[in-house]
C-alpha cells in the first residue's frame, strides 16, 4: 500500500479505437480521488451531473496488484490499483477482490494460474494465506472466484506438516508471504517491554538481554506477564 495525497480531481477520458470502446454518452470526464469501501464504491464517478462529494471517503491509501515473470524481476507490471481508507476493508472483500484480479490473470494467460502469489502479513490478508494452506472455511472461498475452482492434495509424506497444497486446473499454486515484513514486525515486537512473545513453545522476555538487568524492570515487567490473558 501507498500513501495518497487527499483530494478529488477531474480526469479526461481518452477515446479508445473502435471496437475496444463500446459507444458512450460524452463526458466532461470523471472524477477520481474517492475510496472503494464496504459502504460506497467512490473511486470513480461521473461529472455530469456532477456529483455530491462526500470528503469523508476520500481515498488515503492504495492497494496496487502487480505481475512479473517467475524467472526473473526485470519487468513488472501494475494492472490493478484501488484505492482505499485506511480502515474498513475486511479480510472478506480483499480475499475476494484478489480472487477477481487472478482470475482475470488465468483467463489471460491461456488458462494458466501464477505459479506464486505474494503479500504482507496485514490482516487484511489472512484469508487469502489461509486459503492457500487448505485452511479456509468452503463457505468463504465459494465467494471468491478462482479460488472456488481450486482443490486440495494432502502434503502428509511431510512429518508434521498438517496443511495442504493448492491446485487449479492441475496446476499447483504456491504462495509466500514478504520476509522482510515479517523480520519486521517480528524484532519490532520482540523489543517491546510491555509484551511477551511465544517463538514456538518458548515464551521471550526482554530481560534475557539485558545483562543483570536494571533496577526494578524485572518486577515490572513479572507483573505484566502474570496480568497478561495468554
Known sequence: MYYLLQGYDIVHKLPLPAPLHPPQPPELGVLVGGADSEAKDLSYLRSHPFPTLDYDHLATLQMSYVVTRCDTNQHVWEIVKVPRLRKGHTKLKQFVEFGHVLKNATVGNDNLPPINTGQDFHGSH?????????????????????????????????????????????????????????????????????????????????????????????????????????
Open 126 to 230: 489472512l484469508f487469502i494465506m489461509m486459503c492457500n494452506l487448505g485452511l479456509l472455511p468452503k463457505k468463504y472461498r465459494l465467494q471468491a472466484s478462482f479460488f472456488k475452482d481450486c482443490n486440495y492434495k494432502s502434503m502428509g509424506f511431510i512429518p508434521m506438516f498438517v496443511y495442504h497444497a493448492m491446485f487449479y486446473n492441475g496446476h499447483f499454486c504456491s504462495n509466500s508471504g514478504c520476509t522482510k515484513h515479517l523480520h519486521k514486525s517480528w524484532i519490532d515486537m520482540l523489543r517491546s517491554g510491555i509484551r511477551f512473545m511465544k517463538w514456538f513453545a518458548f515464551w521471550v522476555s526482554p530481560i534475557s538481554g539485558i545483562p543483570g538487568g536494571r533496577k526494578g524492570d524485572k518486577t515490572k515487567i513479572y507483573k505484566q506477564r502474570k496480568n497478561a490473558k495468554l
